[in-house]
């Protein structure tokens, strides 16, 4: 059902406005979002987990989001609630972030508690993988289907499902940690303790460190320069930019990368049997770097039947994709 169609038969007004907040592990930001997918303002900043408490960045936040109502000049009575996506694991119940990853330090923080209190709105709380799902399915690559998965390949990886039409969360919300299964056994260590996940091997990080460790066969200049000569500030940009202009060196890196995303993509297909499997984020900017030797590996390790009823495409909503997430939340 398209988003138009839904608020229709709900008797939603089009004019209806979600606050959108997504936490990441690098920066935050606030939108207004209207419920039929339109981003009336958005403010950003520095998430810093390691330079201010968790209460620091959500008292921080709520000042944003004041005002961006008071700068919007709508109807406080237009304002349906809050949708708040963040990097798992969470209790989504309770609306409390359980120490994720990317957020160090932040250890059973009742962000729902504390938006509640502070904005006096209701307020949903989300893994940011399910809610860009949900985002991608309402107003973007996944519209029309019905079995998706949406993986978001950045600092880290981590999928959100749509199986059968419905937001799967599994028993205790930890459906969708694609990025923490097992793809290289005795492989890098992962940032969740394990080692040889598909985020050690396929994310932003790890595309980086497989650079500076390939470094030593004197192919990489290109990429250092791209870095400023440091490598040590040598990031997956770099790298895709580089192979952008045809450095054979940054090319094999991705092509390492993209293989085994591609085996983590087989698996997925052949547990889930999806109709459609949408990247984001780092697969948007490098296309077919990646996603060529992602497909060569599906067609290896992918039974043919299920691999070919499965699309494989980039996210469409790109940087509106957090902003939508949180409104995503309220359909």
């Known amino acids: 059902m398209s ?3 839904f608020l229709i038969m709900s008797g939603i007004k089009s004019e209806t406005y979600v606050i959108s ?12 979002v209207s419920l039929s997918g339109q981003v009336l303002r958005r403010e950003s900043e520095p998430t810093r987990p390691t330079e201010r408490t968790p209460f620091g960045t959500l008292e921080s936040l709520v000042t944003l989001t004041k005002e961006i109502i008071v700068q919007s000049g709508i109807a406080k009575e237009s304002l349906i609630g809050v949708g ?18 990317n957020l160090p330090g932040w250890e ?23 809610a ?8 973007g690559a996944g519209r029309g289907a019905r079995n998706i998965v949406f993986m978001t390949i950045g600092t880290g990886i981590g999928a959100g499902l749509i199986l059968d039409g419905k937001l799967y969360h599994g028993t205790n919300d930890l459906a969708g940690e ?7 056994m005795n492989g890098p260590p992962c940032l969740c303790g394990k080692r040889g996940c598909l985020e050690a091997l396929a994310s932003g990080p790890a ?6 460790e390939s470094m030593m066969y004197g192919r990489h200049k290109r990429v250092l320069a791209l870095a400023g000569g440091n490598p040590n500030h040598i990031t997956a940009t770099h790298v895709v930019d580089a192979a952008k202009k045809g450095d054979p060196f940054a090319l094999g890196i991705l092509e390492e990368a993209g293989t085994y995303l591609g085996v983590g993509l087989a698996n997925t297909i052949m547990m ?27 067609a290896e390790y992918a039974w043919k039947r299920a691999a070919e009823r499965c699309e494989i495409m980039p996210a469409a909503l790109g940087d509106r994709a957090q902003d939508l997430a949180g409104a995503a939340l309220w359909l």
């Open 3 to 5: 988003v138009e169609l």
């Open 21 to 32: 907040i997504d936490i990441g592990g690098t920066k935050s930001a606030v939108s207004l």
């Open 84 to 101: 708040v996506s963040a990097g798992g694991p969470l209790d989504r119940e309770t609306g409390t972030l359980l120490r994720p990853p």
């Open 108 to 130: 059973a923080v009742p962000v729902k508690c504390v938006f509640e209190e502070l904005l006096n709105l209701p307020v949903r709380v989300e893994n940011d993988a399910n």
């Open 132 to 139: 860009t799902a949900l985002a991608e399915w309402h107003y």
């Open 178 to 184: 694609l990025g923490h299964q097992t793809i290289l």
């Open 207 to 212: 595309i980086a460190r497989l650079a500076r």
């Open 272 to 298: 889930l049997n999806p109709e459609k499997i949408i990247l984001g984020t780092l697969v948007v900017h490098a296309g077919d770097l990646l996603l060529t030797p992602a497909r060569a590996a599906i």
